[in-house]
């Protein structure tokens, strides 16, 4: 067959695709994003008629994936790791529905945090909904998992959670692919409540998740993802998830590995290969990107003393694992920092080098005007949200003081102007304003609460590469129609020549004592190129 | 054969765009490749580098061990220095000598040069000065690609030819112009 070079996240939506999905559901967030941007641009995909519009935030995209699968067909939904705290409702309860059509749900995790405001591990959700774990530890696998993940939710009749990281996401090698499997016709659910979590039909749905449990596992006892490798030195078995099998196998490439090997892809843990390690080896050194897992499991509340990872400081708490941390668990290299930090003078030399807003971008504008409209005030009133625009909190800007989740700044602010911060201010974009700050606004305005919204709106998701914001000339409607005073709800043109006009702006709505809507409009400088979202900007009337 | 590569740069500067021509020269001598990519809030503006391996085995990992590259190809000469660690004591550096100054507190670039001098197998050419002086400043990462290219076990060729494919949809012009910068590179690099 046909040898694509991929990213993982591509070799994930080509699974998917050559699997036979006909439906694609995602909001965009490093590094899950390319899954559903490769679905876009396949020419395969059109043809195939493979739905791949981003939904409006994480939470809606699971549902719908749901929902497809309701209607007999086959669903992705992708998501970073946060994102599937957004998604978490439907994702619980659709272990308990289970599925019709296969059901893959994908969630890149950000060890390391290299993206992202934690390295929270997809796996302990996975586990919470009871539902099977496939993590790949290539870009084959990952092509594997998602092209056999769809057949293999319609036989276990629950959705597949697909866990994969930063490094695999973004990482590319060769992946060879499978023949092309036909979508699914539409076809409704035999039993007319499954879908219907009415506490009568969810007890009922609810056992048969738990009956099906003994059958996950031997799926996993049975999976080529699973594989134990013998060993004659028994001192020490070694069980490695996912990408920390590569990590493992970089240390032996020029030594032969004698030890007892469990190499696990499929989750939930296959039982008699876990206990036969345990039984065999004097010491198992766990290996996994993310939370320990699977070590705690192993170690059990009385601390086996014989299990060796992250919980006992072989392996660092937290952070990505990399070949050198595997070697120094192994005893293969001094656990010592890294060498430069000796070198007083490159020490001295290299300066660190964080992500800045670019050159030009109208974030910066808008925040120079914001800092100096609060000049008036004392410092510490600005809740901020996620998106190019949490660069702020950097020098020469210093002007946010909170980031947390999706929408937090709007309901942060309320909170802080109900403990009497006022004017409170809260500075979202315009993507993430419709991802989760809508319900935070009406909060707000039911209480008319003396805070100051800049929604800083550049037509686009920017921080992810510019893919379409759900906001795109809807803000002002949206407001109004949640019930912002129209009066209150100003717009201006973010840049050098209209500074002052600009704090005259911000200063007159601080001083006001409501809810005020302040709308900062130029779109992204890198998306000045995209001429579709240029058509669809005149069209609007929006510049 | 191995040769693992760290590409370090600013983003935007176009490492991907070196990674993805030795990925289609190394693909088209049927060799195998893994190549750890940095995407999102990395981009904007912040230090960004790709570890690229390529090898006739097998390879496992898709970051290249501390201490074990062969290369570090680098399009600005403080980002060559800060991957230092994943060099081999022989290893090779090739930079550009142009410094990319977006922070209030970049070094005296004298001290960044003079640091990079003091070590051998260090090659330190000044591709945007080259690439403009070829009538397309644009190209100097592919510059330093021709620069890098005796130390990275391929035909040169193979370059030449993966610039063809990479940058056909941009027209004949575009080509000629990056086969230019390669070759100029190269021939700098020959020379030292």
């Known amino acids: 067959m046909q040898k694509l070079l991929l990213l993982g996240a591509e070799a994930i939506a080509q699974g998917a695709i050559d699997g036979g999905m006909s439906g694609v559901y995602a909001y965009p967030g490093t590094p899950s994003t390319e899954i559903t941007e490769y679905v876009q641009h396949y020419e395969l995909a059109k043809e195939r008629n493979i739905h791949s519009k981003w939904s409006a935030n994480e939470k809606t995209a699971m549902e719908t994936g749901l929902g497809m699968s309701y209607a007999g067909k086959r669903a992705m939904v992708c998501m970073k790791h946060v994102g599937l705290n957004v998604a978490a409702d439907a994702f619980i309860n659709s272990a308990i529905t289970g599925t019709n059509g296969g059901l893959i749900v994908t969630v890149a995790d950000d060890p390391s945090m290299h993206s992202s405001q934690n390295e929270q591990d997809s796996r302990v959700y996975g586990k919470f909904a009871q539902i099977p774990i496939l993590e790949p530890s290539s870009q084959q696998e990952a092509y594997d998992m998602a092209y056999m993940g769809f057949e293999m939710s319609e036989r276990f009749k629950v959705p597949i959670l697909i866990r994969i990281t930063t490094r695999l996401a973004h990482s590319r090698a060769a992946v060879e692919r499978k023949p092309l499997i036909d979508q699914n016709e539409i076809s409704l659910p035999s039993n007319p409540h499954q879908f219907v979590l009415l506490p009568n039909f969810a007890r009922i749905q609810y056992k048969g998740l738990l009956n099906s449990f003994s059958g996950f596992i031997e799926g996993s006892e049975q999976s080529s993802f699973n594989e134990y490798r013998e060993g004659s030195d028994k001192t020490l078995g070694i069980l490695a998830c996912g990408l920390a099998y590569n990590y493992l196998m970089e240390n032996f490439h020029d030594k032969t590995l004698n030890y007892p090997l469990l190499k696990i892809g499929q989750y939930p843990m296959p039982r008699a290969k876990v206990e036969k390690l345990m039984a065999e080896c004097d010491e198992v050194l766990v290996l996994e990107d993310g939370y320990p897992m699977i070590e705690e499991v192993l170690k059990g509340y009385t601390g086996k003393e014989n299990v060796k990872g992250r919980l006992d400081g072989t392996i660092p708490r937290d952070g990505e694992l990399n070949p050198n941390i595997v070697a120094q668990a192994l005893g293969f290299e001094e656990k010592k920092k890294e060498k430069l930090l000796d070198d007083a003078e490159l020490k001295e030399i290299i300066k660190a080098r964080p992500p800045a807003m670019c050159t030009g971008c109208g974030h910066i504008d808008a925040y120079n005007a914001l800092n100096e409209a609060l000049s008036d005030y004392s410092v510490g009133r600005v809740f901020s949200d996620i998106g190019c625009y949490t660069l702020g909190a950097l020098p020469p800007f210093n002007a946010i003081n909170s980031c947390v989740d999706m929408g937090a700044s709007i309901t942060m602010a309320k909170g802080a102007a109900d403990s009497g911060l006022i004017p409170a201010v809260a500075v979202i974009g315009d993507s993430t304003f419709t991802h989760s700050g809508m319900t935070g606004l009406i909060d707000a305005v039911n209480e008319n609460s003396p805070i100051t919204i800049l929604i800083s709106d550049n037509f686009t998701t920017g921080m992810t590469g510019g893919q379409d914001s759900a906001a795109l000339g809807k803000i002002e409607d949206i407001c109004e129609g949640i019930g912002v005073d129209p009066a209150h709800i100003k717009v201006f043109v973010p840049m050098k020549k209209n500074h002052d006009e600009m704090v005259r702006i911000i200063r007159e709505e601080l001083e006001f004592d409501g809810v005020s809507v302040i709308i900062p409009r130029r779109q992204c400088i890198q998306t000045t190129r995209n001429i579709e979202l240029n058509n669809r900007i005149t069209e609007l009337n929006l510049r | ?192």
């Open chain 2, 1 to 192: 054969m191995k040769t693992d590569i760290i590409l370090a740069g600013v983003g935007g500067q176009g490492i991907l765009s070196i990674a993805a021509t030795i990925g289609m020269a190394a693909i088209a001598n049927n060799l195998q490749i893994k190549q750890a990519e940095v995407h999102g809030m990395s981009q904007r503006g912040g230090a960004v580098q790709s570890h690229f391996r390529l090898s006739s085995n097998p390879i496992a990992s898709d970051l290249i061990p501390r201490g074990k590259a062969d290369i570090i190809l680098s399009v600005e000469p403080m980002e060559a220095l800060r991957y230092l660690d994943f060099l081999k004591p022989e290893g090779w550096i090739v930079t550009n000598a142009a410094p990319f100054i977006n922070i209030s507190n970049y070094p005296e670039i004298e001290s960044v040069l003079n640091k990079l001098k003091s070590r051998k197998n260090t090659i330190i050419l000044d591709a945007d000065t080259i690439a403009k002086d070829l009538g397309s400043a644009r190209s100097s990462n592919i510059v330093m690609l021709g620069a890098a290219s005796p130390f990275i076990d391929l035909p040169y060729k193979a370059f030449e030819d993966a610039i063809k494919e990479i940058f056909l949809r941009k027209g004949d012009k575009v080509i000629e112009a990056n086969i230019k910068a390669l070759r100029a590179g190269r021939e700098f690099a020959d020379k030292r």
